[in-house]
C-alpha cells in the first residue's frame, strides 16, 4: 500500500507536493489557533471547561511523549529509505517511523478539541486525517505509522487531558477571583 501511494504522489502536480509537505506544518498552527478560539470562548464559561482547554495542550504533549518513547523503542527505519523516490526528504537515520508523531499530534488536538468544542468535529478531525495522510503521501511514514498514531493521539490526549484538568481548575478560579474587579 505504501508504495502505491508513493507512486501515486509522484505523478501528481508540483504545487501538491508543496501543500503536502508545508501543509502538514501549518494544520499544527491551524490547530494552535483554534486552542486559542477554544481558550477565549471558555473564558466566561465556568471554570472547569476554561480548566480543560487548558489542559489540552498538556494532554497532547503526554500523548506526543509517549510516542517518542514507542518510537525508541520500536526504532523501524522510515520507508524512505529504500529505492522508492519520494517526495520529502528522508529524514536523518536515527530519526524513526513508528508510530507517527505528526499524526499523534493532529489527531490528539483534534479529539482534544472535540472535547472541549464539539461544533468543531467537522473541521478538526477531517483535518487530522489529511495531515496524517500527508506523512505517507509525502514518502516518509508507513501506513501503519500515521493509523497508529492517530489512535495514541485521539485516546490519549483526550484522557491525559482529562487527568490532569483536577489540578487545572483551582488555579483558573484563583486567577479568576484575582482578576475580578472588587
Do not use: Q
Not at 501528481?12 to 486552542?35: Q, S
Not at 488536538?109 to 477531517?126: F, I
Amino acid at each position: 500500500m505504501y508504495r502505491h501511494i508513493v507512486d501515486f504522489a509522484s505523478s501528481t502536480p508540483a504545487w501538491l507536493h508543496t501543500l503536502a509537505e508545508v501543509g502538514t506544518d501549518a494544520g499544527l498552527f491551524l490547530f494552535a489557533a483554534l486552542f486559542v478560539m477554544a481558550f477565549l470562548r471558555a473564558w466566561r464559561a465556568p471554570a472547569r471547561d476554561l480548566a480543560l482547554v487548558m489542559a489540552g495542550p498538556v494532554g497532547i504533549v503526554l500523548a506526543y511523549v509517549l510516542s517518542e518513547v514507542v518510537k525508541v523503542l520500536v526504532r523501524e527505519d522510515r520507508p524512505c529509505r529504500g529505492v522508492t523516490a519520494t517526495i520529502a526528504a528522508c529524514p536523518p537515520p536515527t530519526d524513526w517511523s513508528f508510530p507517527s508523531n505528526h499524526s499523534v499530534i493532529a489527531a490528539g488536538a483534534a479529539a482534544t478539541l472535540v472535547l472541549v468544542w464539539r461544533a468543531l468535529a467537522w473541521l478538526v478531525v477531517p483535518l487530522a486525517v489529511v495531515m496524517a495522510f500527508s506523512r505517507v503521501f509525502v514518502g516518509v511514514h508507513y501506513p501503519h505509522d500515521v493509523i497508529v498514531g492517530c489512535l495514541l493521539g485521539a485516546a490519549l490526549a483526550p484522557l491525559f487531558a482529562l487527568l490532569v484538568v483536577g489540578a487545572f481548575t483551582p488555579a483558573v478560579r484563583l486567577v479568576r477571583t484575582r482578576l475580578s474587579p472588587r
